[in-house]
């Protein structure tokens, strides 16, 4: 099962999983305005794939996803 959230949740999500993170929602907008990260919309709302954003966080560097 694909576990599609907002921004919102997707940063609670990261926030129970790491109480010390420092990913902000503010960090996870800017993927998705900046297009590093795929989104699915819903009308108005933009939904992000857990396992992309968490594989995205995982890789070193800022290269990541760039062609």
Do not use: F
Request: aromatic letters at 6%.
């Amino acid at each position: 099962m694909v576990r599609l959230r907002t921004v919102e949740q997707a940063w609670k999500e990261i926030k129970s999983a790491d109480a010390n993170t420092s990913v902000t929602r503010h960090y996870i907008r800017s993927l998705v305005n900046e297009s590093k990260i795929p989104i699915k919309k819903s009308g108005t709302k933009v939904l992000i794939n857990m396992e992309t954003l968490e594989k995205y966080l995982s890789q070193e560097g800022d290269d990541y996803g760039k062609a």
